[in-house]
C-alpha cells in the first residue's frame, strides 16, 4: 500500500506544562525508521528550546516540521479575545470541556473581529516565528460545533452554530440581505428532521426545508474562507507551509468549512475521520451532540436523520461504510492532498483505539482518493501494539 504518514504530537495547551525533548525524541526514534514519514505536527505547549531541539533532529532526517496552531479557540486563553453571541444575542460562555480535555478550553473568538485576527498573528509571532518550522498547521479554523459547552447543559451548543451576530457580525450578515430574526424565525418552525434537512449531498452540502438555513450557513463558510484567505497569505508569505486540521464533512457545514474551497488554500487537509473518539471532532460525539442539541431524544427525528444521510447510527465505532463514502467524495474534489485523520492514541472512555479498530480503518481509507494518514491527535500517548499495528497495515 503507498501512503504518506503525517504524524501528530501535543506538547501540552499554551498554559500547561509543555512535554520533555527526550519524550519525543525516544518516541520518533521508536517511529521514524518504520513509516514513511513526511511530516512531523507538534503543538501548543510554549517551550522554545522543545520545537528548536525537535526541529534540529527532523532537519537531521529530512521530515517537514509544522507548528499545531490553534486559531480560534484557545488563543484566548493568552491573549484577550472577544467572543461570540449567537442568534438570540447571547453572549456565548467560554468552552469549559468535561474535564477530559483540561488542556483545551474550547472557547471560540469571534473571527470577524480584526483585533482578534491582530492577536493571533502577534502570539505566534512573538512566541513561535523564531523556530525554524517548516510549515504551520492550522486547527479550529471554525466556528464551535454542537459539542460546544457539552457539560453547561442543553442548548448551549445551538446557541454556539447558530452565531456569530455581535454587532460587527451582523453588520456583515446585513449586507447579505440577513439578519439574526430572520434566523430566528426559520429555527422556530416545525419540521421533520433535525433543522429540516431534507437530503445530504456529501462534501457538508445539504438541503434544507428552508433555505434561509443554507443561506445562514454559506454566510457562516464565506466568514471563516475570508479568514483563512488571509492567514494563509500572511503564513505563505513568510515562507511557511500550510496544512488545515477541519471536521469531517458532513460535519464541516455546521461550524463554517466548505471544505471544497478551504482546499484552495493551503497544501495539505486532514479532515479528522475520528470513528473512536468520544470528544469534540469525534465522529460518534459530534453526531450525538447535533442530534441532542437539534432534535433532543426524539426518536423519529433521530431516525429521520440517519436515513437522510444514509448512516447506520447504532454502529460502533462510528459507521465505516459512511465515513469512507465521506473521504471519497472529499479527495474527488479537493484541490490539494488529503490525509484522513484517524486516532492512533489510546485514552480510556474518550478514544478506545485497539489494533482491530486501525486495520479495519487504514483498509477502508487507504483505496479513497487520500494521500495518506495523519495519525493522531497524539502519538505520545500510541501504544506500541497501535504503531506497530499501522506499520503492518502500510506495508
Ligand atoms: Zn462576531
Not at 174 to 194: G, I, M, Q, V, Y
Amino acid at each position: 500500500m503507498s501512503c504518506e504518514i503525517i504524524l501528530q504530537i501535543f506538547s501540552g495547551g499554551f498554559l500547561s506544562e509543555p512535554v520533555s525533548y527526550q519524550a519525543v525524541e525516544r518516541k520518533l526514534d521508536s517511529v521514524l525508521d518504520r513509516l514513511p514519514v513526511r511530516t512531523v505536527i507538534m503543538g501548543w505547549a510554549r517551550d522554545k528550546a522543545l520545537y528548536e531541539k525537535t526541529a534540529q533532529y527532523l532537519a537531521k532526517r529530512n521530515v517537514e516540521f509544522y507548528f499545531w496552531f490553534p486559531v480560534f479557540s484557545e488563543t484566548g486563553s493568552v491573549r484577550s479575545q472577544s467572543g461570540l453571541e449567537d442568534f438570540l444575542l447571547r453572549r456565548q460562555k467560554a468552552g469549559g470541556e468535561n474535564g477530559s480535555h483540561t488542556e483545551e478550553d474550547f472557547s471560540f473568538c469571534c473571527p470577524n473581529d480584526p483585533q482578534n485576527i491582530e492577536n493571533i498573528l502577534d502570539l505566534f509571532q512573538r512566541e513561535f516565528s523564531s523556530i525554524p518550522f517548516t510549515g504551520v498547521f492550522l486547527d479550529k479554523i471554525r466556528f464551535p460545533s454542537f459539542a460546544q459547552g457539552s457539560g453547561q447543559g442543553l442548548q448551549s451548543g445551538f446557541g454556539s452554530v447558530f452565531s456569530c451576530f455581535c454587532p460587527n457580525c451582523l453588520e456583515l450578515y446585513k449586507k447579505e440581505n440577513f439578519d439574526n430574526e430572520e434566523l430566528k424565525d426559520s429555527l422556530f418552525r416545525p419540521s421533520t428532521a433535525p433543522l429540516g434537512i431534507k437530503k445530504y449531498r456529501g462534501n457538508g452540502v445539504y438541503d434544507f426545508e428552508d433555505p434561509r438555513i443554507a443561506k445562514f450557513f454559506s454566510i457562516k463558510a464565506a466568514f471563516i474562507y475570508n479568514r483563512l484567505e488571509l492567514l494563509s497569505n500572511y503564513f505563505r508569505g513568510k515562507g511557511y507551509g500550510i496544512g488545515f486540521d477541519v471536521f469531517a464533512p458532513f460535519l464541516s457545514a455546521f461550524v463554517g468549512q466548505d471544505l471544497k474551497v478551504l482546499s484552495g488554500l493551503c497544501d495539505f487537509m486532514k479532515p479528522m475521520m475520528y470513528r473512536a473518539t468520544n470528544a469534540p471532532a469525534g465522529l460518534p460525539f459530534e453526531t450525538e451532540m447535533l442530534l441532542r442539541e437539534t432534535v433532543g431524544n426524539d426518536i423519529g427525528k433521530r431516525n429521520a436523520f440517519y436515513k437522510v444521510m444514509d448512516l447506520d447510527g447504532e454502529k460502533k465505532p462510528f459507521d465505516l461504510d459512511f465515513a469512507a463514502k465521506e473521504l471519497k467524495k472529499l479527495a474527488a474534489v479537493s484541490a490539494c492532498p488529503v490525509y484522513a485523520g484517524m486516532e492512533i492514541n489510546r485514552k480510556k472512555n474518550l478514544a478506545e483505539v485497539y489494533p482491530d479498530y486501525i486495520e479495519e480503518t487504514i483498509t477502508a481509507y487507504a483505496p479513497t482518493g487520500v494521500r495518506g494518514f495523519a495519525l493522531s491527535w497524539n502519538l505520545l500517548d500510541a501504544p506500541e501494539e497501535n504503531i506497530a499495528k499501522v506499520i503492518d497495515v502500510i506495508s
